[in-house]
């Protein structure tokens, strides 16, 4: 899980630097790049919350 959310987050870091002037002048926002490693929650309690929200 660690290397897929390192590469998440270079590929969007490098989205970021090549194109994130374009995303924020088309979309008025600017792109988020994650830091990791991200937050994890159980499954059973990701459930729960995914349930909740519909």
């Keep these: 899980m660690a290397f897929e959310e390192e590469m ?8 970021a630097v090549v194109h994130g002037h374009q ?3 088309t979309s008025g926002v600017s792109l988020p790049v994650p830091r990791t490693p991200f937050p994890r929650s159980p499954l ?3 459930t729960v ?3 909740k929200r519909g």
């Excluded at 998440?8 to 989205?15: C, I, M």
Aim: hydrophobic share 65%; charged share 25%.
């Design 8 to 15: 998440l987050a270079h590929a969007l870091a490098r989205v």
């Design 23 to 25: 995303i924020t002048e």
């Design 44 to 46: 059973a309690e990701a």
């Design 49 to 51: 919350l995914l349930r």
